[in-house]
């Protein structure tokens, strides 16, 4: 009994020697991702066993080259009360992680890798995934808040300098017209002054019309005005 157990404890020890004998592959998803200031994206990695699944796996992230200097330390557990705009979703699988950034700024543009690492059974075995770009653009909010403040500037200073041309051209119009106007008022003024007030014709007219009346009735009885005259000078005699 006691060689027995000796035994498979010894085959024990020599299995963990052996380290893990499956082959590992790790896939990421998506390739390449576009996404705008502000938004959520999610960049999952998966690991494939051909054979059986390991004890113990750790999948790490990197921004960049896969190096200690890179990696992404402290990334908080999906529903952890610890801040962070970067975390991991999927708990402990040994089958996946998904990396969550939320609140996108552009310096979160880059290149993101998982590693997928299994330490139990000894050796170590890792691989890493092929990769996935991000590419983080201004959203079209700001762009919208942005083309207004052009528009002002494209719109308003042609139309200020329009504007003040045609004022412009207003006031000397009006200067002008009022210019001739006071002109031709002085000069309707000069030829009054210099014609002076007319001499009332009423008695002059009287005048001559009593005249003509005279000489019409003079014309017209001559032989009556020649008897008086006649009859007057006997009279005197």
């Not at 999610?42 to 200690?68: L, N």
């Amino acid at each position: 009994m006691q060689a027995l157990m000796r035994s498979l404890t010894l085959m024990a020890t020599i299995s963990s020697l052996a380290g893990y004998e499956g082959t590992l592959s790790v896939r990421q998803h998506p390739g390449e991702v576009t996404s705008t200031v502000g938004r959520t994206v999610m960049v999952a990695c998966g690991a494939h066993y051909d054979g059986q699944t390991p004890d113990q796996v750790d999948i790490y992230w990197y921004k960049g080259e896969p190096s200690p200097q890179n990696a992404l330390a402290n990334l908080r557990e999906s529903g952890s009360p610890l801040g962070g705009r970067l975390y991991l979703h999927g708990g402990h699988s040994k089958h996946y992680r998904i990396l969550v950034i939320s609140n996108l700024t552009l310096t979160d543009a880059g290149v993101y890798t998982c590693e997928v690492s299994v330490p139990l059974p000894p050796p170590l075995v890792s691989q890493h995934g092929s990769g996935t770009r991000l590419h983080v653009e201004e959203s079209t909010s700001c762009l919208a808040l942005k083309t207004p403040t052009v528009t002002k500037q494209v719109i308003i200073i042609p139309a200020l300098s329009i504007y003040s041309t045609v004022l412009t051209i207003v006031v000397i119009v009006l200067a002008v017209l009022l210019r001739f106007h006071m002109k031709s008022k002085g000069t309707l003024i000069t030829k009054e002054i210099s014609r002076g007030p007319e001499e009332p014709q009423t008695n002059t007219c009287r005048g001559h019309t009593s005249s003509l009346a005279g000489d019409r009735s003079r014309e017209t009885h001559p032989q009556e005005y020649e008897d008086m005259t006649v009859f007057r000078t006997m009279n005197q005699r």
